[in-house]
């Protein structure tokens, strides 16, 4: 692990390998460890950047306004990069997402896993999806918390605890009780969003993008994936990944990595 000052913070990131640049943005219940299973891999042809996204993991959150697509591209600055390819699963997707229309010239291309999209609404579907299988969660309560979170997207919807890999679960379950310690932090810190967002810009991700999502995973994902592949010009949609929740990557790796890797310039 090595840390690196960016825009006034240390951003904590993990380095693998050589060739063309490749940036890892991990989910908001994870951090960069989700990306185990890929640096390696990954690394045989790229120079990897597993990074933990400002007041998550071991990275720094000084009380200052900060946007999480501006520490990306201060990460690249910092590095000496002038463009990157970046890996998003989740919320890090989201923030790909944003990085590319905010900075389009320093983003060479995107593969998205899961991913949110900036300024989307959750469905109603998907609000009585989390109501019925997990209800009301005391948000002060962390263990409660990262246990109904992993309930509903690691495991997801359409599956039993018991048909999901039990140490994926506990991984999942760690990892998420330190995300939620730091969307605490962060509630008390001015994160500047993308204006407009990009729910209503997809036509302008005029870039190679690779989209995925699990066919376990809640709906509005699945859909987000579907739009993506349909507005911007160059997406690519993968086949939904079988048995695969929110954590895709994490949880089949050997599904991604090939087209992940054949697809990265």
Known sequence: MTKIEVNGALLAYDEAGSGSPVVLLHAGIADRRMWREQVDILATKHRV???DLRGYGESELPPTAFAHHDDVVGLLDALGLDRAALVG?????AVAIDTALA?????????????????????????????????????EDFAATAAAEVRFWVIGPERTPEEVDSDL???????DERALAAELALSAVDVTELDPPAIGRLNELNLPILVAAGAADVPDI????????????????????????????????????TPLLTFLP
Not at 169 to 175: E, G, L, R, S
Not at 227 to 237: F, Y
């Open 89 to 93: 699963c989740s919320f890090g997707g």
């Open 49 to 51: 950047i597993a990074v």
């Open 103 to 139: 900075h389009p010239g320093r983003v060479s291309a995107l593969a998205l896993f899961g991913t949110a999209v900036s300024g989307h609404d959750w469905s109603d579907q998907t609000n009585d999806l989390w109501e019925n299988l997990v209800g009301d969660v005391d948000p």
């Open 169 to 175: 679960v506990a991984f999942a379950t760690a990892m």
């Open 222 to 257: 699945r859909h987000l994936a579907d739009r993506i592949a349909t507005e911007a010009p160059q997406a690519l949609r993968l086949p939904d990944t079988p048995n695969a929740a929110h954590l895709l990557p994490l949880e089949r790796p050997t599904l991604i990595n």
